[in-house]
């Protein structure tokens, strides 16, 4: 009897929730996952459908090379300046005792709108085939369209943008290859405001077959630490404005410390109207050399409290990139490293010095366990506030065979800022593209299908890339900022932009070369929230003026050419 | 929390390499010589040394020990690992050995730790949760088991986690080292420095000599803007361990937040000479055969674990085969030796007892504790000019400690040789510890020199002191006679 009771029971709540039933189940069968994120930033991976087929190689053959297993970086740049971000993957090559039918080279994907990207390596002529580390874009001639340098374990390789698709490489020309060296990150920046751009160039460690380490830890194979081999200083090219430049590296001070460079970003921390270089060291103390305005560099990583972490220890910095997270008008250094280690974000205290606020930010959230690689400061919700993205993956590959408390593999972390100067890991309610586990290096940023938010693009180790598509649902409105020099260098690199709408003033400036050994980011994208208009841009121009643009609409891409604004 | 003796550097980041800091045998010094210590006093029992006053100058022994045999102890010598197959075969024969501890001991709590803590120095420390996690359902109350758990936890990034099993630990030994020290650092990690604050505050009370706790109470207090407070705390850091490099980073960032420039460069140079002289020091290491030598280290510490557990279980013959394997995997490893003594001790073998002694004191030149032990058992041994060394190199290192003092005029005593310095140690003993057996010691020295008059109040105040001592009233009676 209470057995028939219990079914008559159960039938009528049946029948009285009955809808509410259809509408779950109907919700379940037509929603993805993503009705259920909590977080206001949503990132779908839609790698599957670029058509985008590149897959990286590190050339290895077991014998553990080092930099096999830090390679690659990416560029996100607009190679045939048709309004549309493209994509350049590094690659590696063969290694000592490797051997291949057909040589892996680096990939240009043109950007065809909607999601759909085609190769044009081939056509381009910039399917290097040197072992890729890193690269940078811009436009070191000034004839209007964006070059590329890359940074490679051997000789590097600069190509000129002929404007009509197409690449020439000038290195031998321009006399920058830089010898047969372990490469990692470079940039172009205006050293000496001169309007053309030098070029720095980050060099890993001293290696050579011969002195290979081979090492083991609990008995499996490992690579190395770069410790086991010595440290190099960096270089510094300065433009002659003919097409080749000249190695200051010595006379500008920057040849002088010698490190385990990685990842590098330029920009002015001290807001004093030139380019500084900030170079992430593995396993030693950073660098920040602060230039005097002329291209000479003083080291000033200690005293700026940006060498060490909160605790004076050095980290096993790999990428780096500034950004202003805070929005009180200076940049601010966000740093990844090795497991662990938290990566570490200094915020600039507007005095010339920064504090380590990684833990009190929560800025450091999730990355122990891993090594982190790719990073960036980047409004993915435009709420005028910009979280942080960190790409993830172990440098050991068979490393859970001697310590299961990490992975090889491993998802990336989304870090959305609070605007009250902290940030939450929202990295499980973020979409699908959250979910992907792979071992991560470079990774770029940049609005891929010009709807007025940034996407991402992950360059994987051994694997193909992932695209993360941004749907973030809750939307703020939102510029983008194209600059175009006249008297200084073409694409505005090293200018500061300063835009106020509002109560909001944010800041940003254009740099080449960023994030671990990458480069992205050259259209300046600012999140404004709920503000409806820009009442004005002020854009610095490194070794130029100031020009001032007033009442700007938002929701669009604008382009500023120098000395159009109001002085 | 890993301190380089050389260097005197911590490192303060949570490393991959790092392990609960008692499972590291090599490094748990202070552990060691506090059994050094209890031991040391239990050795005249042990061996019932018993030393009555001579009358007329003559020594006059009451009891002896049974046994004294001269056997050395033969120990093994292991070649060093040299591939990768010798470190897999080495892991795979400790794994063994560890599962044959649990046959032997079915269903002890003991050795499913062993096995645990063996899992996590292999990089499992999934497995060793699951052993530490059986090992607690057998017998909850054990806080070093939950302090390996919470340093596991650490290591992944859990915080949380983390300190709850901390918290565990603290329930059942509320003044267990080093674990408010570690849930300050979880919760500075969590970005919460107030409340690490108020744990680490708790640490120093426990161990006053904690500088890594006083370090992070400073960035503690840095985090918080509490720059003054910030800089007391580092500079006590410093006054305990005045190379600790991070220290005087954060004194340099302290002052600089200060206004104090002047003071912040000075710090700032320190710590640059500091990181240098680390640098140089990391420079010199062997590297190509770390992972080989910390394999037989690792080998060691589970010999030394399952040897401990055979000891303690009456199978000395098995115990005594694993330590000495142990010793040779490790021949710097001061413990395996502790632990040989002990056994060699709990079977009556002194000379072999003193053997190991020695070998720590090789390993260790600069503890004292284990010269009085050498001592002790070299005077047992009729080997008293190796005694007499033993406790003139136990004043040397430990000058304001009365061991050396009160046990080099005992041994004065009993030999009867330069009695009137016998009475000099023993006065200087009471000057800087009044405690009963240097009263003991002072007394038996004035009765010896025929001083009675100093020699009845300090028998006297000994057998205050501790009045349920059997030896010291028959000196008071001796005493006695003669006045």
């Known amino acids: ?567 | 929390m890993n301190m380089d003796k050389k260097t005197g550097r911590h490192k303060t980041r949570i490393s991959g390499s790092s392990q609960p800091a008692f499972l590291s045998t090599r490094k748990s010094t202070v552990l060691a010589l506090v059994i050094l210590v209890i031991i040391c006093t239990a050795v005249a029992s042990v061996f019932s040394v018993r030393l009555i006053p001579c009358t007329n100058g003559q020594p006059l022994r009451i009891e002896e020990s049974s046994d004294h045999r001269e056997d050395l102890v033969q120990l093994p010598v292991i070649k060093p690992l040299s591939t990768k197959q010798e470190v897999i075969d080495l892991k795979n024969e400790e794994v063994e050995l560890a599962e044959q501890l649990m046959r032997d001991f079915p269903g002890s709590e003991e050795s499913l730790v062993v096995i645990g803590n063996l899992c996590y120095r292999h990089g499992d420390v999934i497995k060793a949760m699951e052993y530490w996690n059986r090992a607690l359902q057998i017998n909850p109350e054990q806080p070093n088991v939950y302090k390996s758990m919470a340093l596991s936890y650490m290591k992944k990034g859990q915080f949380d986690d983390a300190v709850a099993q901390f918290k565990k630990a603290l329930e059942i030994q509320p003044e267990l080292a080093d674990v408010y020290v570690n849930i300050g650092h979880s919760l500075m990690m969590s970005g919460r420095p107030k409340e690490a604050v108020e744990a680490l505050q708790k640490e120093i009370k426990i161990s006053p000599n904690a500088d890594f706790a006083y370090f992070l109470l400073g960035q503690a207090h840095l985090q918080q803007k509490e720059y003054q407070k910030a800089q007391e705390y580092y500079e006590a850091a410093i006054k305990i361990n005045p190379r600790y490099s991070n220290a005087y980073y954060g004194l340099a960032s302290a002052c600089a937040k200060l206004g104090d420039r002047d003071k912040a460069k000075e710090y700032s140079e320190s710590f640059k000479k500091l990181k240098a002289e680390e640098r140089k020091h990391l420079k010199g290491r062997k590297i190509e055969y770390d992972d080989f030598v910390e394999t037989q280290k690792s080998a060691a510490i589970t010999y030394i674990n399952v040897g401990r557990m055979y000891r303690e279980n009456g199978k000395l013959a098995n115990a005594e085969e694993l330590l000495k394997q142990a010793a040779g995997y490790d021949p710097g490893n001061v413990v395996c030796f502790l632990e040989l003594a002990t056994l060699y001790q709990i079977s009556k073998q002194p000379a072999k007892a003193l053997q190991m002694y020695k070998k720590i004191s090789e390993i260790q030149p600069e503890y004292p504790v284990s010269y009085l032990v050498i001592g002790i058992l070299s005077a047992y041994l009729n080997r008293y000019d190796d005694s007499e060394e033993a406790f003139r190199k136990l004043i040397t290192l430990a000058p304001r400690k009365s061991d050396g003092y009160r046990e080099l005029a005992r041994l004065y005593l009993k030999t009867g040789q330069n009695l009137p310095e016998a009475q000099s140690l023993a006065e200087k003993a009471v000057a800087l510890e009044p405690v009963a057996a240097n009263y003991f010691v002072l007394g038996w020295a004035c009765y010896t020199n025929g001083d009675n008059a100093k020699a009845l109040p300090a028998i006297k105040r000994a057998i205050q002191l501790d009045p349920d001592n059997k030896q010291y009233p028959l000196l008071y009676k001796q005493i006695i006679r003669r006045k």
């Open chain 1, 1 to 567: 009897m209470s057995i028939l009771r219990a079914r008559i029971n159960m039938m009528q709540y049946l029948r009285k929730n009955l809808r509410y039933y259809f509408v779950a189940v109907f919700l379940l069968l037509h929603s993805s996952i993503d009705v259920f994120a909590e977080s206001p930033i949503l990132l779908r991976d839609v790698t599957s459908r670029t058509g985008i087929t590149f897959v990286h190689t590190d050339g290895g053959s077991g014998l553990h090379y080092v930099m096999e297993t830090v390679s690659a970086g990416l560029a996100l740049f607009d190679y045939d300046c048709d309004g549309y971000i493209d994509i350049y993957f590094l690659n590696g090559a063969p290694l000592k005792g490797t051997e291949v039918d057909v040589a892996p080279k680096n990939a240009l994907y043109r950007n065809d709108g909607n999601w759909k990207f085609t190769d044009v390596t081939e056509k381009a002529g910039v399917g290097d085939t040197g072992y890729g580390l890193g690269v940078t874009i811009g436009d070191y001639d000034n004839d209007g369209d964006p070059d590329i340098y890359l940074n490679n374990y051997g000789p590097n390789v600069l190509y000129s943008n002929n404007g009509d698709g197409t690449f020439t490489d000038v290195t031998e020309k321009a006399g920058v290859d830089n010898g047969h060296r372990v490469g990692a990150g470079a940039c172009f920046l205006d050293m000496d405001k001169d309007g053309d751009l030098d070029l720095y160039v980050s060099v890993y460690l001293e290696f050579s077959y011969e002195k290979n380490v081979t090492l083991t830890t609990r008995g499996f194979a490992v690579y190395a630490n770069p410790r086991y081999y010595p440290p190099v200083p960096d270089f510094l090219y300065r433009n002659n404005g003919d097409g080749t430049f000249t190695d200051v590296s010595k006379s500008s001070g920057v040849g002088n410390h010698a490190g385990w460079g990685m990842g590098i970003v330029c920009g002015d921390y001290d807001n004093d109207g030139d380019t500084d270089v900030f170079i992430g060291n593995d396993v030693a103390e950073n660098f920040l050399f602060q230039n005097d305005g002329t291209g000479k560099f003083e080291e000033v990583g200690l005293m700026t409290a940006t060498a060490y972490d909160l605790h004076g220890d050095e980290q096993g910095s790999m990428g780096v990139d500034c950004g202003d997270y805070d929005n009180d008008g200076f940049l601010d250094f966000y740093v990844t490293s090795y497991q662990g280690q938290l990566a570490t974000l200094y915020r600039n205290l507007g005095t010339g010095m920064f504090e380590d606020v990684t833990l009190i930010t929560g800025s450091g959230a999730g990355t122990l366990p891993h090594v982190t690689w790719g990073n960036s400061f980047v409004d993915f919700d435009n709420n005028g506030f910009r979280d942080i993205f960190v790409a993830c993956g172990h440098l050991q590959d068979n490393v859970e065979k001697f310590d299961d408390t990490t992975t090889y593999t491993a998802r990336n972390i989304l870090l959305m800022n609070t605007g009250d100067g902290k940030f939450i890991d929202v990295s499980d309610q973020s979409g699908d593209g959250m979910k992907v586990k792979l071992s991560s290096r470079g990774a770029g940023f940049d609005d891929l299908d010009n709807d007025g938010d940034v996407d991402v693009v992950i360059l994987n180790s051994r694997r193909e890339p992932t695209i993360l598509r941004n749907d973030s649902p809750s939307k703020g409105h939102w510029l983008q900022v194209r600059l175009q020099g006249v008297k200084t260098n073409r694409e505005g690199i090293g200018a500061r932009v300063k835009v106020i709408a509002g109560d909001l003033t944010l800041i940003d400036e254009v740099h080449s070369g960023r994030g671990y050994q990458s480069h992205y980011g050259t259209r300046l994208h600012f999140g404004l929230g709920n503000r409806e208009k820009v009442d004005r841009i002020e854009v610095r121009w490194i070794g130029g003026k100031v020009d001032v643009f007033k009442n700007i609409a938002v929701d669009k891409i604008v382009t500023l050419i120098e000395g159009q604004g109001s002085g």
